[in-house]
């Protein structure tokens, strides 16, 4: 028993990082933020844009590691929703100004999602979601199409 108790923090928290930070849908990394919030990559990556969604970052365990930051998502509707914004672009465009939009960058269409391969922005036409060996609840999750299509083929199917 002493033994599982020792074992117990390190237990979860690869459970934490594993099923829950690393794909997206209750928690946002920060390519995934930007991609749902409408926010070209580049742009996210500036602290003036960041701090407008600052009370919805994640400050939990991993938080202060190389692995973040995260936001939750949650919150980032409840900041959107307050401010009677559609979606981040729009918020940020009424506090610094105009920032351009999150597009997927093999189909040019506006994101929204992230590819759990390429770690990029995808657009729903761009992607498959709805994967079976992604946690319930990881709905921004997806795989970009022609990727999942060389996975398949791989191995024989889904």
């Given at each position: 028993?002493?033994?599982?108790l ?21 928690l946002?990394n920060?390519i995934?933020?930007?991609s ?5 990559t ?17 400050t ?42 999150c ?20 657009s ?14 990881a ?20």
């Amino acid at each position: 028993m002493d033994e599982l108790l020792r074992r117990m923090p390190r237990i979860l928290g690869n459970w934490l990082f594993l099923s829950i930070l690393r794909f997206p849908g209750i928690l946002v990394n920060k390519i995934a933020a930007a991609s749902y919030l409408n926010i070209q990559t580049s742009a996210f990556d500036r602290n003036e844009i960041q701090n407008h969604f600052q009370s919805a970052k994640y400050t939990g365990p991993f938080s202060d590691s190389e692995l973040g930051p995260w936001w939750w998502r949650a919150e980032l509707d409840v900041l959107l929703g307050d401010a009677g914004c559609v979606d981040g672009r729009e918020y940020v465009g009424k506090k610094v100004g105009t920032v351009q939009a999150c597009l997927d960058p093999q189909s040019g269409e506006q994101a929204g999602y992230y590819c759990m391969l390429t770690q990029q922005p995808l657009s729903a036409s761009n992607s498959r979601g709805g994967i079976s060996w992604f946690p319930s609840g990881a709905d921004l999750a997806r795989i970009r199409k022609d990727k999942f299509e060389q996975i398949t083929a791989l191995v024989g199917g889904y």
